[in-house]
């Protein structure tokens, strides 16, 4: 049946507006998609594919000659009569709600069902005469042979379930238009008007027969709000997320926006900037001298004023950083701009906290010198010996390792001496624990007085002492102790509870010679210590030759 109703008359004017319709639809649809992303943008599109369809079959049903062809062009154009309102009702939901493209359940049932439905009830019709009645005949209009359909049941149905989608349509836009706000109003306004024009066409063709070239207005009327669509978006950059995003930042930003003209007028300002800048001066219209705090801003327009420009202003206890950036004139090359936009940067916030800040780091600042000194001291304690104020064991190896370090390479390098209180144990049982105890401070209090300052003591034991000797010789240190036995033996130890005479061994040992680490050395000085209380004690031995202990009993 379709290539015997290939065949078309001449084209009238009704077919040359048709084809000068399509032209441009298919010019709309092809520049759309090449716009950003809008909501609904791609059942936009849709939309624009299924008039082109529609728009084709209506060409096809105009240039016919016969009823038949006529009846057959205007039953394939159902699929998309059918799924033009359903895509548009679509598109409204998702750009009126900001709802990101995505075939809902719901939606794919309406985009699919709904049209496959309506075109089986169409093209089935030779069947059951329920969509176009045997009524239907042909007449002329225009001059034009035409087509007076009678329409069925199944006619009426569908057109309920499409008048449907476009009810819902009107609604969506109108309850858009009231959640919108006040600058994007008018916009769902106009599209409110725009979803009934077609509305209006097809109930004008359905019941007042009313006919555009002896044809069916609507899809001519949904062409008019497709090109009314192109035009909001053109004129209006309606789907033009940037320039939307630009109007929302300059009306919701929480900081003060000011465009001022070259000459110094106030062109614009947005809700916080009104209400910062409260007073008489502070109108749109007025000179931006005129506003309160604003006064330093009358010469913006000139070459040297931004130089002189305050970079920062205190308003209402509010610290506003400033922030200008000219307007470029659009044409010419001369540096003058056509204004600038004045954005204040409220750093309040920042300011308290800065502030905040500064009083912390400087309650920190004093607060971690004292647990620097508490450190410090923490330090001096553990490596102390709480009763004699000498060192303890702690550190010794590791200050036994520096000055082995610092040794020179050849002659004395260092002596390391091992002394032990003798008969300590006896003093204890005899005299008691708190004269042992003076006892121990005393013999600390004359070894410190006896040895040079830069030589490291330490208490390791009860009564044991280790004195470190950098650069010093055995022989050397043998006479030092024998002065030292000789400063315990005289009034050092007076009172009536105190032993009458306090005596000390000693065992000594040299590095590298006796050992080249801290271990074999100590080992060396307590062994030689060792041999210096099985010879008598109150002695020195020097090396481990016995027969040479260095013997000072004569105390």
């Given amino acids: 049946m379709i290539p015997a109703c290939l065949t078309f008359m001449a084209p009238g004017i009704g077919g040359f507006f048709t084809v000068v319709v399509i032209i441009g639809l298919a010019m709309v649809a092809l520049w759309v998609r090449g716009q950003a992303y809008f909501f609904g943008k ?34 394939l154009s159902w699929p998309a009569i059918a799924l033009v309102p359903t895509a548009w009702a679509l598109f409204l939901w998702h750009y009126a709600f900001g709802i990101r493209d995505g075939f809902a359940i719901w939606e794919r049932v309406a985009l699919v069902a709904g049209p496959v439905a309506i075109t089986l009830a169409a093209v089935s ?40 989608f476009l009810v819902a ?46 044809f069916d207005p609507t899809p001519f009327a949904f062409s008019v709000v497709l090109f009314l669509i192109t035009w909001l978006i053109f004129t209006n950059r309606l789907f033009d997320l940037t320039t939307v995003a630009r109007d929302l930042l300059f009306f919701n930003v929480k900081n003060p926006v000011l465009v001022v003209d070259h000459a110094g007028i106030v062109a614009g300002a947005n809700p916080e900037a009104l209400r910062l800048f409260r007073g ?34 205190v308003i209402d206890g509010r ?95 260092l002596v390391m001496a091992l002394l032990d209180i003798d008969h300590f144990k006896s003093i204890n049982d005899r005299f008691g624990h708190a004269v042992g105890d003076r006892v121990l401070r005393d013999f600390a209090r004359v070894l410190r007085a006896r040895i040079d300052p830069g030589w490291p003591v330490f208490r390791v034991g009860g009564e044991e002492f280790v004195v470190l000797f950098p650069g010093a010789g055995l022989t050397e240190i043998d006479g030092l102790l024998h002065k030292l036995r000789q400063d315990l033996s005289v009034g050092q130890f007076t009172r009536i509870t105190d032993p009458a005479q306090v005596t000390f061994s000693a065992g000594l040992a ?23 209380k099985v010879g008598g004690r109150n002695r020195t031995v020097l090396r481990d030759d016995t027969d040479r202990i260095a013997a000072n009993d004569a105390f």
């Fill in 42 to 75: 791609g059942y936009f599109i849709l939309g624009n594919l299924g008039m082109l369809v529609w728009l084709l079959a209506a060409l096809a049903e105009l240039q016919s000659e016969t009823l038949s062809c006529k009846v057959v062009w205007a039953t």
């Fill in 125 to 164: 019709n030779p069947y059951h005469g329920q969509f176009y009645t045997p009524e239907t005949q042909m007449m002329i209009r225009d001059g034009r042979p035409s087509v007076l359909y009678d329409h069925g049941l199944l006619f009426q149905l569908s057109a309920v379930y499409l008048y449907l």
């Fill in 169 to 214: 349509s009107t609604g969506i836009v109108l309850a858009g238009a009231f959640r919108a706000r006040r600058a994007h109003r008018a916009y769902f306004l106009l599209l409110s008007f725009i979803t009934v024009v077609p509305m209006a066409a097809n109930l004008a063709y359905v019941l007042l027969d009313f006919t555009v070239f002896g």
């Fill in 280 to 313: 008489a001066g502070a109108r749109l219209g007025g000179r931006i001298a005129d506003w309160p705090h604003m006064a330093a801003f009358a010469d913006l327009g000139t070459a040297d004023a931004a130089r002189a420009l305050p970079r920062m202003l």
């Fill in 319 to 413: 610290h506003l950083e400033v922030q200008i950036t000219p307007i470029a004139r659009p044409m010419g090359r001369d540096s003058a701009a056509m204004g600038a936009v004045i954005l204040l940067n409220d750093t309040t916030e920042l300011y308290r906290m800065n502030a905040q800040l500064r009083t912390a780091l400087s309650v920190n600042e004093v607060r971690l010198n004292q647990i620097m000194a508490l450190r410090d001291d923490l330090e001096r304690q553990l490596v102390l010996d709480p009763l004699t104020g000498l060192n303890n064991r702690r550190g010794m190896e590791e200050t036994f390792e520096k000055l082995c370090n610092a040794a020179p390479p050849d002659g004395d390098r």
């Fill in 510 to 532: 040299l590095w590298p010679q006796d050992g080249t680490t801290f271990g074999a050395v100590f080992k060396r000085a307590d062994d030689r210590l060792y041999a210096a």
